[in-house]
């Protein structure tokens, strides 16, 4: 069976997943190093998904750094179709969570021009994209995982 690249245990799947991870982690600092972002709950549910999504990736690229050690790719159709699934679900909170900070963020600091604080508005924007960029990796990662499952590329 030919291994191709973003399948579990390989460096790209692990590469995949520490982004997934730095750009969460990222998104989650720069919001909560406001003063302010308790007061919408787009930015608490935003704070909320990436923490969810700093979970999943990280624990998956543990999951795919043993299996990089160990020399073997994970090809198990159980664990594939989990891979799929928490996947998808973080994904679609991801880029829900995503979007509606955007909107916040766009609605408060353009269109009412209710922006204060000129540092604050940054961190705000800065999340947003960095969540953005989070949820492109996990979406990238997700349809490999969707291709891997439907293309029978999974051993029982």
Known sequence: M???????????SLALRISQCIFAA?????????????N????CYLIASMGLQVIWSF???LLDAYALIRKKVLHNSILVS???VG??????????????SAGITMLLFHDVGHCNYY????KYQ?????AFLSWITLSVSSLIMLWLLSAGKTRR
């Open 82 to 84: 989990l891979f799929v």
């Open 2 to 12: 030919k291994d191709f690249a973003g399948t579990p245990g390989t460096f790209t």
């Open 119 to 122: 540092n604050e508005c940054q």
């Open 59 to 61: 624990g998956l690229a």
């Open 26 to 38: 990222g998104s989650i600092t720069a919001m909560a190093t406001t003063s302010n972002f308790f």
């Open 40 to 43: 919408f709950t787009a930015f």
């Open 126 to 130: 800065m999340s947003v994209a960095l």
């Open 87 to 100: 996947d998808w679900v973080t994904c679609t909170l991801s880029l829900a969570a995503a979007s509606a």
